[in-house]
């Protein structure tokens, strides 16, 4: 990670470190003192921003429990983290669980009662989920198979004081790279011509047509 750290160029770097193969995180910020540490586990990391306006907000990197059986101690530690802070509040990361039995395409049907536990954390926590902007899917296996399976386990949540200090915030869902999850990327403030990448694409049929040629040199 210090490595990674050097490529970049950030100053601040914080790592909880794995346990054998497994697990591990890592957080990077741009200059040493726009973040203060506020605690962290083998699932998060919890800082405080700060602006250069004087305004602070907190940002909670999440890993998600990955075991069903388990996935209570992400919604417990939600609701422990909300009680903590009172700042404007986004969570972002692979939080491994769904909002809606639609963010889930191929595969068994998703649990009812992982549904409706993750809801209600975030009901006693205080925060809503981000809409995503592009493809609607973060993760995949099976591609160009019969059993392909698509679901959305990475996302941003908010509070309403986030959302308030930065009311036209987008998420971005960033396709095309070598892994099954997709990166996402949260923009607090908007950016004029933001896009997701996309593959170019052409109908080879229009070749068939005779005028199709002469059309686009007229244009």
């Known amino acids: 990670m210090k490595w990674v750290q ?9 790592v909880v470190d794995s346990i054998g193969r497994s697990g591990g995180l890592t957080l990077f910020w741009k200059e040493n003192d726009q973040v203060e540490l506020l605690g962290f586990s083998q699932n998060h990391i919890d800082v405080k921003v700060k602006m250069e306006n004087g305004e602070a907000w907190r940002l909670t990197g999440l890993y998600g429990e990955p075991n069903r059986t388990l996935r209570r101690r992400t919604w417990d530690l939600l609701r422990n983290l909300a009680r903590d802070s009172k700042l404007p ?3 972002i990361g692979d939080v491994n669980n769904v909002v809606t039995a639609g963010d889930k395409v191929g595969g068994s049907k998703y649990l009812t009662a992982l549904i409706d536990g993750f809801n209600e954390a975030l ?23 019969n059993n392909m399976m698509e679901v959305r386990l990475d996302r941003a949540l908010t509070n309403t004081e986030w959302l308030s200090l930065f009311p036209m915030a987008k998420l971005y869902n960033i396709e095309g790279t070598s892994s ?40």
């Open 123 to 145: 009901l006693d926590a205080g925060v809503t989920n981000m809409a995503l902007v592009g493809h609607q899917f973060t993760w995949e296996r099976g591609r160009d198979t």
């Open 89 to 91: 509040w986004c969570i």
């Open 180 to 219: 099954d999850h997709s990166p996402i990327l949260l923009v607090p403030q908007v950016v004029a011509h933001i896009h997701a990448p996309y593959r170019f694409k052409f109908e080879n049929a229009w070749m068939m047509e005779p005028m199709c040629e002469v059309i686009v040199q007229d244009a």
């Open 6 to 14: 050097l490529k970049i160029g950030y100053q601040g770097m914080f």
